[in-house]
């Protein structure tokens, strides 16, 4: 998957992957090694500002509040 059709979280994720599984082989040179490197802080930096950009519903933000509370309670019962 050529970096330029990656489109969503997902796509950037498996194309990391997909990366790191590359640079690990011992049959990359360093150069394309450095090339995927530049691509995978590219792909890193457009997850980072999806993430930014995210914004849950207030339904959404309730239930995640609410899951936290629910763990921070358990975690000082086992304390």
Do not use: H
């Amino acid at each position: 998957m050529p970096e330029g059709s990656v489109r969503n979280f997902d796509e950037i994720s498996d194309r990391l992957d997909q990366i790191i599984a590359t640079v690990r082989s011992k049959d990359t040179s360093l150069e394309r090694s450095l090339d995927l490197f530049d691509e995978a802080i590219e792909l890193g930096s457009r997850a980072v500002d999806m993430v930014d950009k995210f914004e849950l519903t207030p339904r959404e933000a309730d239930k995640l509040e609410q899951e936290y509370d629910e763990d921070a309670a358990n975690e000082s019962q086992d304390s």
